[in-house]
């Protein structure tokens, strides 16, 4: 055999199995295959036989060419048979029977109760806008919930906020308010300052739809030079967008706490109807949010600051009132029934 | 506070719709609660009687009704509304008439004239609420009556809410000249005709001159106590009082018109001819007017004669004094009482009256004489009789302090722009004197308003009237530094997290506990804070520990049908130490039926038992290093006596894990096979944590490990503590990872004996062991535990 004749059979013998691979139609016809071409006796196998006979010169292209067609006729038996593989595989896994619409295995899953979903989300706020986290005694002295925050003994103001007193050595309350907060902080701390301070005050109010003895507030407070009103109606309106969204407007009106002077109260347009008014406005396109207002000249001197070097704005808000505006929540005491129905849905 | 709108306009012209009032005071800071509209505020509605109903021809719901008017007149109008009938009596508005602001006009419903309309109580004014169908009147009325004349005028009724600075708003006047000063107009004072008086009134002497800084009064002799006039018992009506003679009447229809309370004494039951003001003796009986006896203390102020008291001072005349049906000669008291020394007498015995409310809140001084002059040209015009000249006692009249201010300092407070022509004008609408010597400004407010005592309420003045909307918006700016939050809070919020990641689910208890279930938890209620009004009884404490309210928790959601609960809260507890309150995060857990929460097909939910309890606990607190847990030391009555451990910190117990005793939870009614509780303090964790401390990596092995199985038996006695203990210290140069996995005693062990099974695992942190070192290690580990425990390999 020359090696143009071997050239030749081998383009032939290429030719003839690429198509009959083609054209196989099983997997056992491929193996049948590839016992003809490249097994003991296979047509391949049979030609390079012939190498043997040929030049040292003569097998230096011949060789290559040989192996090339080997890897050719592989490569091509592979992908067929690979095919095969494939598509059996297949029609095997289509006879599955499965009914994908029965419910998923329960997984044990814990819930964070929804008055720490909303405060989380207060405070994640807060906190960006630069306020640090502070906190007081929830057993307050009269001091500091009350004197220290120009609310005179003997004064309507401070009968206005049913107190619970409790036994002890000096005169003590639990706090109607988490203001005890500032006393306590500007006490020990000079302007700059910018805080928030969530926790539980109390008052002695019965249980019922919209009142609890026991509930949450957040209480801020920013004391530094030139802090004025318009500070405090920024930072709100800030706040309020990260609450309800960009479009959130706030309107101040005037109001009266002893703590702050000037005092507002703080209304968020109606989250429910945009301001047409609606059933939780009650027509008026408002929502009562927080009481806020400057921290009263008495206050900081109370607590060693100079009234006339640096100003604040201090505000207080229910946590309860916001969350069941947020979460949809009617009765005040859902959040302290802790039935797991409700619990699991947040 | 109670407003008449048609009372207000004897001080002030106004003419505003009820609805632009309301919101003019919102504006001002006055809350109103609630309008109430009364009268007619109609014209050309007539009674007239249905005589005949026929079907519309165009529409199945109208009818066409034809009705007499009286005087042989009939008209046919086109009527929707479900109740007409024959023979009614009705409203009926005629082309032209006036229903509030709205005018009639001729109309053709569905191609039929209607001549006029019958009416519904709502299109009348006369209710708020969508009432169904049209109004039928009392047929006894004659037809053709000019229905507006069976309600009255026009009127509305505020229900504003004061706030406590403002005592001033208490009253009409205040109320106009709030508005006033909003909207620039004059207020007209009543004119007042100030009788001259004749004759001697009684002499007043003041012991208590810091209690009652003036008092005036005057006789009147020779009245008659009659009915009062009808004007006047209406007024007096709308503001909810049931008005008794026009003695008691006037002193009432004074202070809601000027705001000072007045009191009237029968002159026959003044002893001894001198009025005194002095405090009471610690002890002394006083019988009120409404029948309630006090028994006095020494902050008391009372009015007196010689002999006796006849009033509590600015809260309730006596039973001893007051006016009676058959009083001809009378004394009028007109005082001004310190507010704190009202305060505490009405916070002593829980008394209270529109009077003390507006003493104890500050009533202007200089209005005292005012209101004396007032109610005697009533008491004279109504009752008749004679005045006498009036006692005036005040020693020190009062002035307001001067508060001197630079214009820039309110836009500073206030962070805007008002101009100071703006300010001037609303500072001069509001003082007694206000004067500006260029920068330097001077304001005194006049007596009736003590809270405008420094420039930050006059900047408070300044944004009322100016109006809040002129406050900006403007970005955010901070000084900002950085603390990390509270190292409680943080800790309680880091559990909280891993809690919920574990499967518990939050709750939020109200922090009161009773007596009862204070002893029960181990707790001696001395060393407990107690509430001295508790709302209610089982809330006289604040809770020393959390499990009670939890264990609450399990007992409604299981009345509910919620069997399996794993439930937890964090936060403050309660004790008192010396009589000082000590405040201490706690985290506590209870967990029921089993972890997964709903049911998967018949499946059996895994109970939780202890281990879970314990895994669960472990993996908590796996952050905290110094934690162990040990077989607690002394068991609480309310945990199972073999099931509870101690959650150690160093050694120091900080909490406990285990099982709820059965009787605990009998007495919580909880019907549950078995309830797991864990609770600790974190005060102690507090101590050594930090947000900056992160433990460090520990490197992972990356050559395989071998493994082996080891099976030995022990005596039961021998704790799983102990032969780990024992296989911890064997002393090995690989390294040992192992766990078990599995218990057995019974068949095929000799009696009192176990056999526990661990898996072990060898590694070597850089090189793959060779087998004869594993060998090595696992012949240590079997001398080891053979020594230190008798353990043989099974």
């Known amino acids: ?346 | 506070m109670k407003i008449l709108y048609s009372w207000l306009k004897d001080f002030i012209d106004l003419d505003l719709t009820p609805e632009e009032l309301v919101k003019k005071l919102t504006d001002l800071g006055i809350e109103v609660a609630s309008v109430e509209t009364t009268g007619a505020d109609f014209e050309g509605v007539y009674v007239a009687q249905i005589i005949k109903i026929e079907d519309h021809p165009n529409s199945d719901h109208l009818h066409l009704v034809t009705l007499d008017l009286g005087g042989g007149k009939t008209q046919r109008v086109v009527c929707g509304a479900p109740n007409v009938a024959v023979g009614q009596k009705v409203p009926l508005a005629k082309v032209g008439a006036r229903l509030g602001k709205i005018v009639l006009k001729p109309a053709v419903i569905r191609g039929v004239e209607s001549e006029g309309m019958i009416c519904s109580s709502d299109e009348l004014g006369l209710t708020h609420t969508r009432a169904h169908g049209i109004l039928v009147l009392d047929e006894n009325l004659t037809l053709g009556t000019d229905v507006s004349t069976l309600y009255g005028k026009p009127d509305s009724l505020f229900e504003l809410e004061i706030t406590s600075n403002r005592p001033d708003l208490l009253s009409h006047l205040g109320v106009a000249r709030e508005l006033g000063a909003l909207l620039n107009k004059p207020v007209k004072f009543p004119e007042i005709k100030k009788i001259a008086g004749e004759g001697k009134s009684l002499q007043v002497e003041i012991l208590n001159p810091q209690g009652c800084p003036r008092y005036t009064g005057r006789v009147i002799r020779g009245v008659k106590n009659v009915e009062s006039p009808e004007w006047m018992k209406t007024r007096l009506a709308a503001m909810g009082l049931n008005p008794k003679n026009a003695l008691v009447d006037i002193t009432n229809y004074v202070m809601f018109e000027l705001g000072h309370p007045l009191h009237a004494f029968d002159l026959r039951l003044v002893e001894g001819g001198k009025i005194i003001v002095r405090n009471a003796q610690a002890g002394e009986k006083f019988t009120l007017l409404n029948g309630r006896e006090l028994e006095l203390n020494e902050n008391c102020l009372m009015i007196a004669d010689e002999k006796k008291a006849t009033a509590l001072a600015g809260i309730m005349g006596g039973q001893n004094s007051g006016v009676q049906d058959d009083t001809t000669d009378i004394f009028v008291e007109s005082a001004y009482f310190n507010p704190p020394t009202i305060n505490k007498t009405v916070k002593k015995f829980a008394v209270s009256s529109d009077s003390s409310q507006r003493f104890e809140r500050g009533t202007d001084i200089e209005g005292a004489l005012t209101a004396l002059h007032r109610a005697s040209e009533l008491f004279v015009e109504l009752c008749g009789g004679v005045a006498s000249e009036i006692t005036d006692v005040y020693p020190t009249p009062y002035k307001n302090p001067q508060v001197v201010f630079a214009p820039q300092e309110i836009n500073k407070i206030l962070g805007t722009n008002i101009s100071d022509e703006r300010l001037k004008e609303i500072f001069s609408r509001l003082a007694l004197s206000f004067t500006t010597d260029g920068d330097k400004w001077t304001f005194v407010a006049p007596t009736h308003r003590r809270d405008l005592n420094h420039k930050w309420d006059l900047a408070e003045e300044a944004a009322r009237f100016a109006g809040y909307d002129q406050i900006p918006v403007s970005p955010t700016k901070a000084s900002l530094a950085f603390t990390d939050a509270p190292k409680g809070i943080e800790l309680g919020r880091r559990f909280a997290r891993r809690l919920i990641g574990l499967g518990f689910c939050e709750c939020k208890n109200i922090d009161f506990l009773g007596e009862k279930e204070i002893k029960a938890f181990g707790f001696d209620p001395k060393f407990c804070i107690k509430v001295k009004n508790a709302l209610a009884q089982g809330w006289d404490y604040l809770r020393p520990t959390l499990l009670p309210s939890l264990l609450k928790n399990v007992e409604s959601n299981l009345r509910f049908g919620n069997n399996n609960l794993a439930l937890f809260e964090t936060t403050k507890t309660f004790l008192s130490m010396k009589g000082f309150p000590v405040e201490n995060y706690a985290v506590s857990g209870v967990l029921c039926g089993s972890l997964a929460q709903e049911k998967f097909f018949a499946a059996a939910q895994k109970p939780v038992d202890f281990y879970l309890l314990k895994g669960l606990v472990q993996t908590l607190l796996n952050s905290v290093e110094a934690i162990t847990l040990a077989p607690a030391k002394n068991v609480p009555g309310y945990m199972h006596p073999k099931i509870c451990m101690d959650i150690l910190l160093n050694g120091k117990s900080i909490g406990l894990l285990g099982q709820i005793h059965p009787l605990t939870l009998k007495t919580f009614g909880i019907k549950a096979e078995a309830v797991w509780a864990f609770e600790f303090a974190t005060k102690m964790i507090e101590k050594s944590f930090s947000a900056q401390d992160f433990k460090p990596a520990q490197a992972v092995a990356i050559f395989p490990p071998s493994l082996r199985d080891l099976s030995v038996v022990v005596d039961k006695t021998v704790s799983y503590a102990q032969l780990v203990s024992a296989l911890d210290k064997t002393p090995l140069d690989v390294n040992l990872d192992y766990h078990v996995i599995d218990l057995y005693q019974g068949e095929h062990l000799p009696e009192g004996k176990k056999s526990v099974t661990f898996s072990l695992s060898f590694s070597h942190p850089e090189r793959t062991l060779k087998d004869s070192e594993t060998e090595d290690a696992f012949k240590r580990i079997v001398e080891q535990l053979r020594g230190q425990v008798k353990a043989e390999l099974r």
């Open chain 1, 1 to 346: 055999m020359t090696i143009t004749e071997f050239k030749t059979a081998c383009e032939t013998l290429q030719q003839e199995y690429q198509t009959k691979i083609s054209a196989a139609q099983s997997a056992s016809e491929v193996e049948d295959l590839r016992v003809a071409s490249l097994g003991r006796k296979g047509a391949l196998t049979d030609l390079l036989k012939s190498l043997k006979d040929f030049s040292i010169e003569d097998k230096k292209t011949a060789g290559p060419l040989g192996n090339a067609l080997k890897a050719a006729l592989t490569a091509a038996l592979d992908e067929k048979q690979s095919f095969f593989a494939t598509k059996e595989l297949n029609e095997e896994l289509n006879k599955t029977e499965i009914d994908l619409t029965l419910p998923g295995e329960p997984v044990a899953c814990g819930h964070r109760h929804p008055l720490s979903v909303a405060q989380d989300r207060m405070t994640e706020i807060l906190s960006q806008l630069g306020f640090e986290w502070a906190e007081g005694p929830w057993v307050e002295d009269e001091k500091h919930n009350f004197d220290l925050l120009n609310i005179p003994l003997h004064h309507p103001a401070r009968d206005a906020q049913d107190t619970f007193f409790v036994d002890g050595k000096m005169p003590l309350v639990l706090r109607t308010h988490t203001s005890n907060v500032q006393s306590r902080y500007m006490e020990k701390h000079k302007p700059p300052l910018r805080i928030m301070a969530p926790g539980r005050v109390f008052r002695n109010d019965s249980l019922d739809a919209t009142h609890s003895p026991v509930f949450h507030q957040i209480e801020g407070l920013y004391v530094d030079k030139n802090v004025s009103m318009a500070d405090l109606k920024s930072d709100l309106t800030a706040f309020m967008k990260g609450l309800f969204g960009d479009k959130a407007e706030i309107r101040f009106r005037p109001s009266f706490f002893p703590f702050t002077e000037p005092s507002v109260e703080v209304d968020v347009k109606c989250v429910f109807c945009q301001g047409k008014g609606c059933n939780v406005c009650k027509g008026s396109g408002w929502i009562e949010m927080l009481g806020a207002g400057v921290v009263h000249p008495n206050v900081l001197k109370n607590c060693g600051i100079d009234p006339e070097q640096f100003s604040g704005y201090a505000f207080g808000m229910g946590v309860e009132r916001l969350a069941m505006m947020m979460l949809n929540i009617k009765d005040i005491r859902t959040f302290y029934e802790n039935d797991l129905r409700i619990l699991k849905q947040f």
